[in-house]
């Protein structure tokens, strides 16, 4: 239940910024921006770019079933849109299907086309986050029933280009995952690769001695800039990453 009433998005610390959802069907999404560039009108851009994303997905998908379904990489057809497009060379990176970046892909191309009014902009999708800001942010780590839950988190410094953190789970959430971790979090600049990477981290973790080996895999993955797994009170940490307690 504490999945589903997002109490997690608490944990996501953005100073002098200002939030709002933008939901539609499925997709429920909660976008932060700086105080000066927060207006009814970018709200209205928000919605009208999520209408138009899942519109083209949706269409797509209509025609090409198996891109919705399959658990591998994918050749699109001829005229796929840019989402899908994102979606299939993020998944064909990390050898998952392209459905598996669905909502970093989301969140990525919204956080984009929403910089060219704000300044600072966070998409959190689900848990999955791209963000471009100007200050030191914290995003906290929510891991379901594990002791570590809400318990630590990473810090990101102001980056020149956008940051994705997305997070992959096989006790919080729909999210499909063959592994059992309680959260497989990936850093990289593409939240589109974090959201696919994610999915193949989490799928490679069953137990405690599978935590370094796919931890390894993952950071060799081309765009991957670090990564971390928590499977119960256990915790594994590769790459760029700052940790903090929250």
């Known amino acids: 239940m504490e999945y589903r009433r997002r109490t997690y998005r608490k944990l996501v610390q953005g100073k002098g910024m200002v939030s709002f959802p933008v939901s539609l069907k499925e997709s429920d999404l909660l976008i932060s921006v700086d105080r ?49 497009r994102l979606m299939a060379a993020a998944a064909r990176r990390a050898g998952v299907g392209p459905m598996a ?79 059992c971790t309680d959260a497989a979090i990936v850093i990289s600049h593409s939240a589109a690769l974090a959201d696919a990477a994610a999915s193949t981290l989490g799928n490679l973790v069953h137990r405690e001695e599978d935590i370094t080996p796919a931890l390894e895999k993952v950071c060799r993955i081309r765009g991957v800039l670090g990564a971390v797994v928590i499977l119960g009170d256990k915790l594994g940490v590769m790459g760029d990453v700052e940790l903090v307690s929250f």
């Open 36 to 84: 000066g560039s927060f207006s009814s009108e970018l709200e209205n851009k928000a919605l009208s770019l999520l209408t138009g994303i899942r519109s083209d997905l949706e269409q797509y998908i209509a025609r090409d079933k198996e891109f919705q379904w399959t658990l591998i990489p994918h050749l699109l057809l001829p005229g796929a849109p840019r989402i899908a």
């Open 101 to 179: 970046a669905v909502a970093g892909t989301v969140a990525e191309v919204m956080g984009r086309e929403l910089l060219c009014t704000a300044e600072e902009v966070i998409v959190e999708n689900g848990g999955d986050i791209y963000f471009k800001i100007q200050h030191k942010i914290k995003v906290g780590i929510f891991a379901g029933e594990s002791p570590l839950s809400g318990k630590v988190g990473l810090r990101f410094s102001p980056r020149q280009t956008g940051c994705g953190v997305c997070t992959s789970s096989a006790t919080v959430g729909p999210s499909l995952s063959f592994g």
